[in-house]
């Protein structure tokens, strides 16, 4: 990324992107980087692997023994993997884990839907359209970004009471909304301003309006980079226990609240954890693989220009 | 989502009568609960309705209950409140969290507190009602119950300021040493009367110890809260060196925290958990204390390497399945002797039943857990055992298991001086803050006692 040329101007999109993209490949095809990107994956997979063989092993052996001692077992030919934490995690309760599903996919699609809807206008507007005071104004909602979500839970929390939404849906997608667009804003405008200005000219020459142009240029030039902001906020919401704790009840929890609670009130089940994580992470999975080749893309060329 | 279909069905049925209600509840109950769990018969239990007439008719009303009791314990909970329900046809939508600590502060300054909340600890009443006004005093039937069925001491636990907020709810009793019956027996060793028993216990078998083996295990890991366990062992100590009348001085700060007399505690603890000989047994040396996670720390008692694990009364439900707590069984505990055997100390702690409204249904439900009717519910909704409280009106008999009965006994017993865990009764900076820290530092890098306590007292605030 580093090596990616300087596009300080937005006349020559095209030549930059493909001087980039000639660099890159050449800095990836070097045999030192392929192995040091290797041991890298390596590295940082060994925790999720173990956390995907302690998921499979019993109770007593989870507290006893490191999960790496399993190899050494199994190869004896002893029984070392167990069905037992998934059981407990799944129906190992008087509610259902079903619900617990639904109520993330319920939580999530519109707090993904939502502030990319508005994050596309708005970037549309900050990009193409001039009016008085866009730069302060882009440079406050990319300052807004610096607020932690911490310090605004409270204060919203008794808002959503004032307004009589609390208990609601509404308070974790207007919420996650909230916290999601000064990035998505700032991302989506990049993308925006990549577009060559002679195609938005061209399109203004043949009487194109902002309407027409937003629908007809911007939006499928802008679909990889749609997706890789939808699965970064897919991923954020899916994974969010704060949000869905501080601002839901009992009726709105998702997956993460019901996976907190596995370990039981003082702790003692912890064993359980890590079959939770995993029924918690096949979703996410699932749905980055399908959308990966987007997301590394839209992330870079988002990110390269200020 | 359960629970408000229960609602919906009520008033339907409201008219059949309250034995036909039991009946088509219980059904429901059993279709949904899937895997059923450790609750489930407290229709079993009868109470006198009439005691709520006076809150008027409530049928049809709900009661929003927030609390750190999730599943499976929350099961046996939900079930005790069925009487209840059963008689006024209020709903109890139950929330447990283990985040309740933290997200029950936020939600009251956000002005959306839940009816009641179950306080696992009276400094967070303290909190409430001092920095946030939030607790509603306690209504005249519920001081009533608690004059009628708890002592006195439980009760200033649930005063601030002079009033009353917080009726107990549970109790736990944490001085007990857990052991191996067969153990014992084998080696033909006697259950220790006094401290000096103990102690001379704990160096005959570490003339014995064998590999890994040692007299005690211990761990005081805990996520954010590593380091209580410790804080339970020395608050035992002092209890028994220093006597209940320097304990009350000491978490109330009469006596700086570095007082000799808590320092004698220390060496009693120094004494048995900082000897290379005497722990940790299957565990590894003195640190290993700091970082073994309390809920397996007692497990080497069950693989024959560490021979005592004091731990409180809720740790029975903390064994591995299939493990047999009894007389008879696997492991079993007794009462952390005290200096003689003509005095019984104890460490305590317990719930305390918070409000944050008003309305009648919520008084009538706040009353019926402060009365001996919901502690005895309680009792026979928990089949499994691990539950005991201090409410005099509670049958022992009631108990499901024969260490319920044990803690059940120690805490009618009029000899025993109980006195609440003095880390949930100093302030938060120190009882849950560097009492900890200090503890964890005692065992980690071996730091010496007295710039351990040196350390807390500066922290006081």
């Known amino acids: 990324m580093t090596s990616a040329a300087p596009t300080t101007e937005s006349v020559r999109p095209t030549s930059g992107l493909g001087n980039r993209a000639r660099k890159a490949r050449k800095a990836l095809s070097n045999p030192w980087a392929s192995?040091?990107?290797?041991?890298?994956?390596?590295?940082?997979?060994?925790?999720?692997?173990?956390?995907?063989?302690?998921?499979?092993?019993?109770?007593?052996?989870?507290?006893?023994?490191?999960?790496?001692?399993?190899?050494?077992?199994?190869?004896?030919?002893?029984?070392?993997?167990?069905?037992?934490?998934?059981?407990?995690?799944?129906?190992?309760?008087?509610?259902?884990?079903?619900?617990?599903?639904?109520?993330?996919?319920?939580?999530?699609?519109?707090?993904?839907?939502?502030?990319?809807?508005?994050?596309?206008?708005?970037?549309?507007?900050?990009?193409?359209?001039?009016f008085k005071g866009r730069d302060v104004l882009f440079i406050a909602v990319f300052a807004l970004q610096i607020v932690p979500i911490q310090i605004t839970l409270v204060p919203l929390l008794s808002a959503y009471v004032s307004l009589g939404i609390n208990g609601t849906f509404w308070t974790i997608w207007l919420s996650h909304s909230i916290f999601a667009l000064p990035l998505a804003i700032f991302l989506l405008h990049n993308f925006m301003k990549e577009?060559?200005?002679?195609?938005?000219?061209?399109?203004?020459?043949?009487?194109?309006?902002?309407?027409?142009?937003?629908?007809?240029?911007?939006?499928?030039?802008?679909?990889?980079?749609?997706?890789?902001?939808?699965?970064?906020?897919?991923?954020?919401?899916?994974?969010?226990?704060?949000?869905?704790?501080?601002m839901g009840d009992l009726r709105t929890f998702p997956l993460t609240v019901r996976i907190a609670e596995l370990a039981g009130s003082r702790g003692g089940d912890w064993h359980v954890l890590s079959a939770g994580a995993f029924i918690s992470m096949v979703v996410p999975v699932i749905v980055f693989l399908a959308l990966q080749r987007y997301f590394v893309r839209g992330m870079l060329a988002g990110a390269v220009k200020g | 989502m359960r629970?408000?279909?229960?609602?919906?069905?009520?008033?339907?049925?409201?008219?059949?009568?309250?034995?036909?209600?039991?009946?088509?509840?219980?059904?429901?109950?059993?279709?949904?609960?899937?895997?059923?769990?450790?609750?489930?018969?407290?229709?079993?239990?009868?109470?006198?309705?009439?005691?709520?007439?006076?809150?008027?008719?409530?049928?049809?009303?709900?009661?929003?209950?927030?609390?750190?009791i999730v599943e499976p314990e929350s099961e046996s909970q939900q079930a005790s409140y069925k009487p209840f329900e059963d008689c006024t046809g209020v709903t109890v939508a139950y929330e447990g969290s283990r985040e309740m600590e933290a997200q029950l502060p936020v939600r009251v300054q956000a002005g959306n507190p839940p009816d009641i909340a179950i306080l696992p600890q009276p400094g967070l009443l303290n909190t409430l009602v001092t920095e946030y006004d939030a607790v509603l005093p306690a209504p005249s039937q519920v001081e009533a119950n608690v004059d009628e069925f708890w002592s006195e001491d439980w009760k200033a636990y649930g005063t601030v300021d002079g009033t009353f907020y917080a009726a107990p709810l549970g109790s736990n009793v944490k001085s007990?040493?857990?052991?191996?019956?067969?153990?014992?027996?084998?080696?033909?060793?006697?259950?220790?009367?006094?401290?000096?028993?103990?102690?001379?216990?704990?160096?005959?078998?570490?003339?014995?110890?064998?590999?890994?083996?040692?007299?005690?295990?211990?761990?005081?890991?805990?996520?954010?809260?590593?380091?209580?366990?410790?804080?339970?062992?020395?608050?035992?100590?002092?209890?028994?060196?220093?006597?209940?009348?320097?304990?009350?001085?000491?978490?109330?700060?009469?006596?700086?925290?570095?007082?000799?007399?808590?320092?004698?505690?220390f060496d009693m603890v120094d004494e048995i958990l900082r000897n290379p000989d005497y722990v940790n047994g299957g565990l590894g040396g003195v640190d290993s204390i700091a970082t073994a996670s309390w809920?397996?720390?007692?497990?080497?008692?069950?693989?024959?390497?560490?021979?005592?694990?004091?731990?409180?009364?809720?740790?029975?439900?903390?064994?591995?399945?299939?493990?047999?707590?009894?007389?008879?069984?696997?492991?079993?505990?007794?009462?952390?002797?005290?200096?003689?055997?003509?005095?019984?100390?104890?460490?305590?702690?317990?719930?305390?039943?918070?409000?944050?409204?008003?309305?009648?249904?919520?008084?009538?439900?706040?009353?019926?857990?402060?009365?001996?009717?919901?502690?005895?519910?309680?009792?026979?909704?928990?089949?499994?055992?691990?539950?005991?409280?201090?409410?005099?009106?509670?049958?022992?008999?009631?108990?499901?298991?024969?260490?319920?009965?044990?803690?059940?006994?120690?805490?009618?017993?009029?000899?025993?001086?109980?006195?609440?865990?003095?880390?949930?009764?100093?302030?938060?900076?120190?009882?849950?803050d560097s009492f900890w820290s200090g503890m964890t530092e005692w065992f980690a890098s071996g730091e010496s006692t007295q710039k351990v306590v040196d350390g807390i007292e500066k922290s006081w605030p």
Request: hydrophobic share 45%.
């Open chain 1, 35 to 130: 192995t040091l990107a290797v041991v890298i994956a390596v590295i940082w997979t060994v925790p999720t692997v173990g956390l995907l063989v302690t998921s499979f092993r019993p109770e007593l052996d989870i507290r006893t023994s490191g999960w790496w001692t399993v190899f050494g077992s199994a190869l004896q030919g002893e029984g070392v993997f167990s069905l037992q934490n998934y059981e407990t995690a799944l129906f190992g309760s008087s509610t259902n884990m079903i619900d617990f599903f639904v109520n993330s996919f319920v939580v999530t699609l519109p707090a993904v839907f939502i502030p990319i809807t508005i994050a596309l206008l708005a970037a549309y507007g900050f990009a193409w359209i001039d």
């Open chain 1, 195 to 246: 577009v060559p200005r002679s195609l938005v000219e061209a399109a203004r020459v043949d009487g194109a309006g902002h309407v027409k142009i937003f629908f007809t240029v911007m939006m499928p030039l802008l679909t990889p980079a749609i997706a890789a902001f939808g699965i970064f906020q897919f991923l954020w919401v899916w994974n969010d226990l704060l949000v869905a704790l501080v």
């Open chain 2, 3 to 68: 629970i408000q279909k229960f609602g919906g069905r009520r008033r339907a049925i409201a008219l059949a009568g309250v034995a036909s209600t039991a009946l088509v509840l219980g059904a429901c109950a059993d279709t949904n609960d899937g895997s059923g769990g450790d609750g489930g018969n407290a229709e079993a239990f009868e109470i006198d309705c009439s005691a709520y007439d006076e809150f008027g008719d409530l049928d049809g009303t709900t009661v929003n209950l927030y609390t750190t």
């Open chain 2, 176 to 265: 007990f040493v857990w052991y191996s019956p067969s153990m014992f027996a084998d080696a033909g060793y006697e259950i220790p009367q006094t401290w000096d028993d103990l102690l001379a216990l704990t160096a005959t078998i570490a003339e014995g110890n064998e590999g890994a083996a040692r007299p005690w295990c211990a761990g005081v890991e805990s996520g954010d809260a590593t380091g209580w366990p410790a804080t339970d062992w020395i608050e035992d100590a002092v209890l028994r060196s220093a006597g209940p009348d320097v304990y009350d001085q000491w978490y109330t700060h009469e006596i700086p925290f570095n007082d000799p007399q808590i320092i004698d505690a």
């Open chain 2, 295 to 432: 809920t397996d720390a007692g497990y080497p008692i069950l693989t024959g390497d560490c021979w005592m694990h004091r731990a409180a009364n809720f740790y029975a439900t903390q064994w591995p399945e299939g493990t047999e707590v009894g007389p008879d069984g696997d492991v079993y505990a007794f009462y952390l002797p005290a200096l003689s055997t003509d005095e019984k100390p104890t460490l305590v702690a317990g719930e305390f039943i918070a409000a944050f409204t008003d309305r009648p249904e919520v008084q009538a439900f706040q009353t019926y857990l402060s009365s001996s009717d919901w502690a005895n519910a309680k009792a026979v909704a928990t089949p499994n055992g691990g539950w005991v409280s201090a409410n005099n009106g509670l049958d022992l008999d009631n108990l499901a298991s024969d260490f319920d009965k044990l803690s059940g006994e120690i805490l009618a017993d009029p000899a025993t001086i109980a006195r609440f865990d003095g880390s949930d009764l100093m302030p938060a900076a120190v009882g849950t």
